[in-house]
């Protein structure tokens, strides 16, 4: 089945992972919901540039995925626009890295609702549609984190794990409804938002930046380069597909081999 004129939800779709899927659904054809933080103008100048390039319905909300209201709002607009979201991406995610003992609380906080619990919300508010139609995709970025752990991710990793059972549980409950719920999990994709962590990892292990990116992101990844955006992209899209329908709880790795070791 083409995905042509399917409405897409995609959280922090402003930069990064989340842009390269929103790009690649838009060139499917699906109309999109875009979101996420950055300077108005620009977000405007993207929006339409997607819709334009690809000739798809692309509307932008503003909703801050840490907040349950604002998610709730965006959620109801969203229904109101589209008539109801086929494809769920729940991408939205920020990280910080410190050892626990000295993590803030409040960025503790702050991932545990940017990166778990929005996708709670938005699932819910989604799931009644894909039900009703008998159709529906929900696709939680999670990360080769939510599979094994590393020092100094506390609430990243916590969040991440906590991800895989949201996944899992979901797509128990809609199994028989045509609608598939799975996570992705990228290993490292130089985004703006490895790239600020590099600093922060210099620094609580002593070591330059350059030694960062060499003896600590890609120390793990057998194949010792960054995974492109473009290889979630099309994961995603694969999920998406009739191929991929009886693929449901699991999840697709992208880790240049991460968790093989
Ligand atoms: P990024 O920083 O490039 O993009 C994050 C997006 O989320 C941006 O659009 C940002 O505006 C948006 N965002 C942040 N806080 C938000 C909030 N409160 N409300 C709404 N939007 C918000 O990061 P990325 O690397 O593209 O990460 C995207 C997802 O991929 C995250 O969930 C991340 O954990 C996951 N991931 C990234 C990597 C990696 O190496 N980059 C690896 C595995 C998983």
Same mark, same amino acid.
């Given at each position: 089945?083409?995905?042509?004129?399917?409405?897409?939800?995609?959280?922090?779709?402003?930069?990064?992972?989340?842009?390269?899927?929103?790009?690649?659904?838009?060139?499917?054809?699906?109309?999109?919901?875009?979101?996420?933080?950055?300077?108005?103008?620009?977000?405007?100048?993207?929006?339409?540039?997607?819709?334009?390039? /690809?000739?798809?319905?692309?509307?932008?909300?503003?909703?801050?995925?840490?907040?349950?209201?604002?998610?709730?709002?965006?959620?109801?607009?969203?229904?109101?626009?589209?008539?109801?979201?086929?494809?769920?991406?729940?991408?939205?995610?920020?990280? /910080?890295?410190?050892?626990?003992?000295?993590?803030?609380?409040?960025?503790?906080?702050?991932?545990? %609702?940017?990166?778990?619990?929005? %996708?709670? /919300?938005?699932?819910?508010?989604?799931?009644?549609?894909?039900?009703?139609?008998?159709?529906?995709?929900?696709? !939680?970025?999670?990360?080769?984190?939510?599979?094994?752990?590393?020092?100094?991710?506390?609430?990243?990793?916590?969040?991440?794990?906590?991800?895989?059972?949201?996944?899992?549980?979901?797509? *128990?409950?809609?199994?028989?409804?045509?609608?598939?719920? !799975?996570?992705?999990?990228?290993?490292?994709?130089?985004?703006?938002?490895?790239?600020?962590?590099?600093?922060?990892?210099?620094?609580?292990?002593?070591?330059?930046?350059?030694?960062?990116?060499?003896?600590? *992101?890609?120390?793990?990844?057998?194949?010792?380069?960054?995974?492109?955006?473009?290889?979630?992209? %099309?994961?995603?899209?694969? *999920?998406?597909?009739?191929?991929?329908?009886?693929?449901?709880?699991?999840?697709?790795?992208?880790?240049?081999?991460?968790?093989?070791?």
């Amino acid at each position: 089945m083409s995905l042509k004129g399917k409405h897409a939800l995609v959280t922090g779709s402003t930069s990064g992972i989340g842009l390269g899927i929103a790009e690649a659904l838009a060139r499917e054809g699906v109309n999109l919901v875009i979101n996420g933080f950055g300077e108005a103008s620009s977000i405007e100048a993207l929006r339409a540039r997607l819709s334009h390039t /690809h000739g798809v319905d692309v509307i932008y909300s503003s909703a801050d995925m840490s907040r349950a209201d604002d998610i709730a709002r965006m959620m109801e607009a969203v229904v109101e626009q589209t008539g109801g979201i086929d494809i769920l991406v729940n991408n939205a995610g920020i990280q /910080h890295v410190a050892p626990v003992e000295e993590f803030p609380v409040e960025r503790w906080d702050a991932i545990l %609702a940017i990166n778990l619990s929005s %996708a709670f /919300h938005t699932t819910k508010a989604a799931l009644p549609v894909m039900k009703q139609r008998g159709w529906g995709r929900i696709i !939680n970025v999670a990360s080769a984190h939510g599979l094994v752990a590393s020092p100094f991710k506390s609430a990243y990793v916590a969040a991440k794990h906590g991800i895989m059972g949201f996944t899992k549980t979901v797509a *128990l409950e809609c199994a028989q409804q045509g609608v598939t719920v !799975n996570a992705i999990c990228p290993g490292y994709v130089l985004t703006p938002l490895v790239e600020k962590q590099i600093p922060d990892t210099a620094k609580a292990r002593g070591i330059s930046e350059d030694e960062v990116k060499r003896n600590v *992101l890609l120390a793990a990844q057998p194949t010792k380069r960054f995974v492109a955006i473009e290889e979630v992209a %099309a994961i995603t899209l694969f *999920l998406c597909s009739d191929g991929a329908s009886s693929i449901t709880g699991s999840h697709i790795a992208a880790e240049g081999g991460w968790t093989a070791q």
